[in-house]
């Protein structure tokens, strides 16, 4: 499969607790995103890279977020000390070249209990 | 004022009927312009692109209107299977942006 592929698939962690996700894009995508999608809304962009690059994160994305592509190849999204607010689908997106459309991994589901 | 805007719904249609989507973008510099699909806890799944000129991809019908900034979706003959959220999004200097999507359930 060649898609993007996010781990974990689930992830069910205590508040105040690290938590770290990853995403492996589509190989020759250069654009990696990040969302996050509560439910009955639509996916809310949280940051984007170009390359190993970070082009933009959103305000959305406190201080307790960070975001890492260190090869231009995978990222990763860590949380730290979560909070029950946190909980969401977080989906990462691929795509190339400009103004095309973004394929999505399935997601990274976090509950925060 | 979000940047793409659309009517959560949901919309409840007969199986058979015609049913129309509209969307609302703020930025004139968006440069494209999508319908995605998603189904309860799947990932979004690309429909189909939207151009100026229109264009169809079968019972599927998709509309740019760069005046007015906003972006359409018709659907013909719906089916059981279409129903789902249908997410209106837009390309901006390749930021990808998402609406909250528009819920559509086709009754038997």
């Known amino acids: 499969d060649t898609g993007v592929s996010q781990d974990p698939r689930h992830k069910i962690t205590k508040r105040g607790q690290n938590v770290t996700f990853r995403c492996d894009p589509i190989?020759?995508?250069?654009?990696l995103y990040w969302y996050r999608q509560t439910l009955g809304q639509g996916p809310e962009f949280l940051t984007y890279?170009?390359?190993?690059?970070?082009?933009?994160k959103s305000r959305l994305l406190s201080d307790r977020f960070s975001a890492e592509r260190p090869k231009g190849s995978f990222s990763t999204l860590e949380i730290q000390r979560t909070e029950q607010g946190d909980s969401a689908m977080y989906l990462c997106?691929?795509?190339?070249?400009?103004?095309?459309?973004?394929?999505f991994g399935q997601g990274t589901r976090l509950t925060v209990v | 004022r979000k940047e793409v805007e659309q009517d959560p719904g949901p919309f409840n249609v007969p199986e058979g009927a015609t049913v129309a989507f509209n969307c609302t973008y703020s930025?004139?510099?968006?440069?494209?312009f999508f319908w995605y699909r998603q189904d309860c806890r799947k990932e979004p799944k690309l429909l189909m692109s939207v151009y100026s000129s229109g264009n169809e991809d079968g019972r599927f019908t998709a509309q740019l209107n760069r005046a007015s900034q906003y972006i359409s979706l018709l659907i013909r003959d719906s089916k059981l299977s279409d129903s789902a959220t249908y997410l209106c999004v837009v390309n901006r200097d390749d930021k990808i942006i998402f609406g909250k999507g528009t819920r559509l359930h086709i009754l038997p």
């Open positions: 190989s020759e995508h250069n654009r």
């Open positions: 997106a691929s795509s190339f070249p400009p103004n095309t459309e973004a394929f």
């Open positions: 930025n004139s510099a968006s440069q494209s």
């Open positions: 890279f170009q390359n190993e690059a970070q082009l933009e």
